[in-house]
């Protein structure tokens, strides 16, 4: 067989797929261009757990008129202009690809926005498979941004499409749990997320309350209960950094990172019996960090051994130590030098629990 290169079309759908890979995957990219637009208000709406269609509304910044031709293509963003730029990026989103991979793998891609210069006009403007204009008209609205996205791979990617349907509970769970990661750690922000039936049935999943602190969030989401046997954790952990080889007198120093959140008492019936409610954080960034959270449940085990902790942990590291470009999804987060972050974190862990452990005057029992 000769070389060729693969059609414009078929790159597309390939690479879409790979950003946009679930439910859960669609819905946050748009939380995050919520988030990366300062709103103070999200709500997401599901109609029949998604299945039917999705939609992110937020009062934020709103998109500018000159930028409506180019929102949707492949690799056009506002928050990154080179490379190098991503050592010191600080919004969630900065690859440009997923309103772009949301037009290559749903029916519909509908925004409807308005800028603080526009209100109260607002433009919608619905968007083809390949994130081009497909038709805009004006109608009323006040400033911030609203995505409307129908039948996720309804047509474009026939397998995933029947595997969304058949397990469309399980994805839809995984989702909510994924959007209470970000209503947990976003403080000073109101997430309301519900969902609504054929018959016309609305539930609201949950709703955080704009709260200035993460604990509030947590109230808000897990109830009043969740908090009670919840201890505020803020760990150091000093990284030396290699010695160079080119200049091996002077000192390399130390990278810190800062472990700030709140972790289950270490106490027996104080745990949760299911590995669950662990949210781990690069930056306010909710990320897929397995080995951080087997530290976790391993320096617990110490103190519980029946049960697991409930986890809310940002590791707040300097930009220099992290990558967040390894996968399209921007799931999964590679630490410099994670070995030693690992053993830090082992220890300062077992610390903290055991002055806790002390200073707990009496243990519920399980
Ligand atoms: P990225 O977030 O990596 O830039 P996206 O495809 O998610 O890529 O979004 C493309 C661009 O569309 C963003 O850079 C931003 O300028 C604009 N945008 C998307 N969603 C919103 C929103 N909710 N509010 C304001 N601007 C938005
Ligand atoms: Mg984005």
Redesign the pocket.
Known sequence: MSIRAIDKSSVHKLTSGQVVIDLSTAVK??V???L??H?TNIEVKFKHYGVESFE?A?N????DQE?FEG??LKH?????RTFSDLSCVA???????????LCGVSSSVQ?T?CTAGTSPCATRLEYDTHGRIGSSSKIAGTK??S?LVTKLFDGRLPVRRIDFVKNFKREFAKCISLLQAYGVIKVGVRIVVSNVLSSGKKTVLFATKGNSSVGDNIVNIFGTKAQTDLLPMSLELNIPRKQSMYLPDTDPGETVIKVVGFISQPGPGLGRNAADRQLVYVNNRPCNLPSIIKRFNEGYRSFNITQYPFVVADFEVPFDSVDVNVSPDKRTIFLHDEATVLECLRERLSEFLMKCCHSIPTQRSA
């Open positions: 990219e748009l995050e261009n919520s990366d637009a709103a992110v937020d934020g910044d709103g998109i930028n929102i949707a056009h963003t506002s928050k990154l919004t969630y989103g900065f690859r440009g690809e997923a309103l772009s991979s925004i926005t911030g941004t995505v």
